[in-house]
């Protein structure tokens, strides 16, 4: 069964830091990319990063670049992604979903990603307040 399970959101003080987890099971991630997205309350979804797991290509929208840092460790078949310096903006259900990287994707990207996405997770709360 393919599943991916995301885990280590919480409630956290403006300045905090909080690690997500994405872990895959019933599939291998080498083929992948993982995209983390983020939807607050009457917002739409946008994208957070990415990372093609195979060789490590990251992206990061602008709102969270320096602040946030994605990786992956291949043995446990799991990416992670540092949430620092949080602010209250970044309160949100976080959400990460696998993208399997073919050529066409590729070919149609603009970032180390296409965010077309293949396999969702549940979400995993994240709320920034003092």
């Known amino acids: 069964q393919v599943q991916l399970v995301e885990s280590g959101g919480g409630l956290v003080e403006p300045g905090g830091s909080l690690t997500l987890s994405c872990a895959a099971s019933?599939?291998?991630?080498?083929?992948?990319?993982i995209n983390w997205f983020r939807q607050a309350p009457g917002k739409e979804r946008e994208v957070v990063s990415c990372?093609?797991?195979?060789?490590?290509?990251?992206y990061y929208a602008d709102s969270v670049m320096g602040r946030f840092a994605i990786s992956r460790d291949l043995a446990k078949n799991t990416v992670y992604l540092r949430l620092s310096g949080l602010k209250m903006e970044d309160t949100a259900v976080y959400y990460c979903a696998a993208e399997l990287i073919t050529a066409r994707r590729m070919i149609a990207a603009i970032h180390a990603c296409s965010f077309e996405t293949d396999y969702w997770g549940q979400g995993t709360q994240v709320t920034v307040s003092s």
């Open positions: 990372i093609r797991v195979n060789d490590g290509s990251r």
């Open positions: 019933g599939f291998s991630l080498d083929n992948y990319a």
